[in-house]
T-cell receptor, first 113, second 114 residues
Framework: GNSVTQMEGPVTLSEEAFLTINCTYT??????LFWYVQYPGEGLQLLLK?????DKGSNKGFEATYRKETTSFHLEKGSVQVSDSAVYFC????????????FGSGTRLLVRP | DTAVSQTPKYLVTQMGNDKSIKCEQN?????MYWYKQDSKKFLKIMFS???????INETVPNRFSPKSPDKAHLNLHINSLELGDSAVYFC?????????????FGPGTRLTVT
């Protein structure tokens, strides 16, 4: 079946540290991949996406590369800020008529000053 | 302008009551969704409508009934509320075109059943 596995949190970092949040997926065919972010008390916002192998999505200093050989879409940022504290969700979109998004369990990031 | 809006933002009610949550989008999208997020932040799709037609109906108790009067609105009615229904419910919308389509989420409705 289709699934997304994320590293468990919370991930606690100091400001300006390097961030990696791991995400791997299982899917048939070639899904599209997404990272969503949920700030405290808010809904989910799309952070970045990639629609085919080797694509790199990037936004607000965050990056993730669609790696088909390792079925991964790890999220990275070179220097985190306190304002990046949030829950990050990796997701895949099935390439069939269901148009479902399948989410990982979310990873909470805490950035300390 | 709010793209996807939900009302109410907070809903506190007693077991056994019936309640509704409303969702509206002004993005011109043709597909809308309801998600449930539990206390551990796990997010799961419940329903999806495309052009007022139900296209996704996950394993959800039949106490939950979505209604889509038009493409811009998707409401969720819940009968006989139970403690386990306490969660945050998110509405989302998207355009059902292309590989890289994205879903836009509303701010959520926090439902507390006492």
């Amino acid at each position: 079946g289709n699934s997304v596995t994320q590293m468990e949190g919370p991930v606690t970092l100091s400001e300006e540290a390097f961030l990696t949040i791991n995400c791997t997926y299982t899917a048939t065919g070639y899904p599209s991949l997404f990272w969503y972010v949920q700030y405290p008390g808010e809904g989910l916002q799309l952070l970045l996406k990639a629609t085919k192998a080797d694509d790199k999505g990037s936004n607000k200093g965050f990056e993730a590369t669609y790696r088909k050989e390792t079925t991964s879409f790890h999220l990275e940022k070179g220097s985190v800020q306190v304002s990046d504290s949030a829950v990050y969700f990796c997701a895949l979109k099935r390439m069939d008529s269901s148009y479902k998004l399948i989410f990982g369990s979310g990873t909470r990031l805490l950035v300390r000053p | 302008d709010t793209a996807v809006s939900q009302t109410p933002k907070y809903l506190v009610t007693q077991m056994g009551n019936d309640k509704s949550i409303k969702c509206e989008q002004n993005l011109g999208h043709d597909t809308m969704y309801w998600y449930k997020q539990d206390s551990k932040k796990f997010l799961k799709i419940m329903f999806s409508y495309n052009n007022k037609e139900l296209i996704i109906n996950e394993t959800v108790p039949n106490r939950f009934s979505p209604k889509s009067p038009d493409k811009a609105h998707l409401n969720l009615h819940i009968n006989s509320l139970e403690l386990g229904d306490s969660a945050v419910y998110f509405c989302a919308s998207s355009s059902r075109v292309g590989r890289g389509y994205e879903q836009y989420f509303g701010p959520g409705t926090r439902l507390t059943v006492t």
